[in-house]
């Protein structure tokens, strides 16, 4: 199952690193804790670290905090892991790329015969079929945002015809191994509780 994204509203200035950290450090500690989440198993946050603000911004994921000592993966979303001074600013934040997957752009994807659903952040698929025999839609369950509305259109209209059938990499789809569409331009809506797929 994915990990839980945890958010903070904070009162007043953020805070600011205890110690200098390396470029290859996986923790750090932090003078103000209490303006972050908290984590348990499973959860995290992303939080910014920046030395001065003329100074580029690292992005780093907390996924443990104990008290002001926070584990960290570093340099994600594109940014670069460097060395920071004591002192320097820290906040936890919410960045495009986390809303994106959170709640993705509903971009409309065509596919032709079998294939497995692209990212999580594809939330529609118009099915353009053009071969003949079966079309099998292959979704992991645990790749998608658990909640999340995603669907899939025939497009096409070839599912009288033809066996369209959306098939969970691992788990079930509304209690059963696969799903089939069988009426013509028929559109079918899931969605994923990280191990599952259901049928709206």
């Known amino acids: 199952m994915a ?4 958010f903070q509203n904070a009162v007043g200035p953020p ?4 110690a200098a950290i390396s470029s ?9 804790p209490a303006n972050f989440s908290v984590l348990s198993a499973g959860q995290q946050f992303r ?6 603000p003329q100074s580029p911004t690292e992005l780093v994921l907390v996924t443990a905090t104990s008290g002001a000592t926070f584990t960290i993966q570093r340099g994600i979303e594109g940014t670069t892991a460097v060395a920071h001074v004591a ?9 495009a790329q986390l809303m994106e997957e959170i709640w993705p752009n509903g971009m409309v994807w065509k596919a032709n015969g079998n294939f497995s ?7 529609k698929i118009a099915l353009n079929q053009e ?17 999340l509305s995603y669907s899939l259109k025939d497009a096409a209209y070839i599912c009288e015809g033809h066996a ?5 990499a691992s788990g079930l789809i509304d209690n059963d191994s696969q799903y089939q569409l069988n009426e013509d331009g028929q559109t079918v809506s899931f969605w994923s509780d990280g191990t599952n797929l259901w049928i709206e």
Request: charged share 5%.
């Open 131 to 147: 071969t003949s025999g079966a079309c099998t839609i292959s979704i992991d369950p645990t790749a998608l945002v658990p909640g």
């Open 24 to 32: 290859t450090a996986t923790s750090c500690t932090i003078n103000n």
């Open 87 to 95: 002192g320097a600013s820290v906040a936890q934040v919410v960045t």
């Open 47 to 52: 939080m910014a670290i920046q030395d001065t």
């Open 15 to 18: 805070a600011t690193l205890n």
């Open 117 to 123: 659903w692209p990212s999580a952040t594809v939330k």
């Open 164 to 168: 369209v059938i959306l098939a969970p």
């Open 3 to 6: 990990n839980s994204e945890q």
